[in-house]
């Protein structure tokens, strides 16, 4: 059967499990949301949150060279053990990551390494442009809250869209995929991404 | 013939030409050392010094990742075309700078990019290990600037030694020797370097 995409966000959105594991338990359950809820829970996916708490200090360092050799990145991921380190789907996400950095520049890994000041300018900036719009100081505080959910999913990788597969969602969304399907908790540490001119 | 060590030394502090090149000048003066600098000079290969002015915005972004992927090095060396860029000579260099920094951690590029505090807090920790050492200040001021020299020659990739061939000197002077050969201005600008747990 076709899976309503509607249940299968709020499915996401409940459980914190992977597109991929929501999408088999929604079939499984003929899209009865809470027999997948279930059928999610007995296969111990809602790992994500869990692990989040476990030291990650294995993983890989990666890089990514974008020819011809004016445009590159260097990536860490970790990750709890260095069985996992070795899967290959755990090497093949963090080749994904170092291209995407490569493609679409983030400035920060997530929004917890944006400075205050950062955030600070960036709601002045938005401010400014709306402060004689003639609405009311909560409407235009709204809006700035969500041009901030625009400016974090520029500037924030976790909030980027994944661009190995939009279908995904965010990086954020791929790595708790993979963390469903690896079992450990898997951070994305650091990078840098240094192209010639800049 | 065998060129003298103490000649070759002199002749590079002189003309600032490569290593190589001082060499094959000695050998072609049969060891004289006014002969050798006309040789050197007539050769244009002081060009260093006067390159270095000269605006270096290509280059490459070249890494090096160290098996089985717990260390990585990214890395950006400029030049002044495209066309260098692409040689062998340069190539090579870039991917042995890579590998170097891998090997022999440096804290910056060059003793520049230190930051004021790092060398005053590097002073006061040699200081305090002289000061009752009851030695007169003026002999233990030298005493820190020679073991400054030292620290700078740990912490700065250009002061380090050229661990692909020490015989070069430094890796200023390998840098040196590569400008004197390719006919540029060239810069390693900038290096990031990750280790898993670091």
Redesign the interface.
């Known amino acids: 059967m076709a899976v309503n995409l509607d249940d299968l966000k709020q499915l996401r959105k409940a459980t914190g499990a992977g597109m991929l594991d929501c999408k088999k338990a929604l079939e499984e359950s003929d899209g009865d949301m809470q027999k997948a809820i279930t059928i999610l829970r007995e296969k111990g996916i809602k790992v994500a949150s869990k692990k989040a708490s476990r030291d990650a ?9 974008h020819p ?9 991921i ?1 990750c709890e053990t260095d069985f996992v ?2 899967t290959e789907d755990f090497q093949k996400f963090a080749k994904h990551v170092a291209m995407h950095i490569a493609a679409y520049p983030p400035s920060v890994v997530s929004r917890e390494n944006l400075s205050e000041e950062a955030i600070e300018a960036e709601r002045k900036v938005l401010l400014s442009q709306l402060e004689d719009s003639g609405k009311p100081a909560s409407i235009i505080e709204k809006i700035i809250d969500g041009r901030m959910e625009k400016f974090y999913s520029e500037s924030c990788l976790l909030d980027q869209e994944w661009s190995d597969d939009p279908d995904v969602g965010t990086v954020k969304d791929a790595l708790t995929d993979l963390i469903g399907k690896l079992r450990e908790n898997i951070v994305i540490n ?1 990078f ?1 991404r ?4 800049n």
């Not at 240094?194 to 001119?197: C, R």
């Open positions: 200090d294995e993983g890989l360092i990666v890089s990514y060279i011809p050799g004016k445009l590159g990145v260097l990536v860490e970790n380190a070795r650091r840098a240094f192209s010639i001119g």
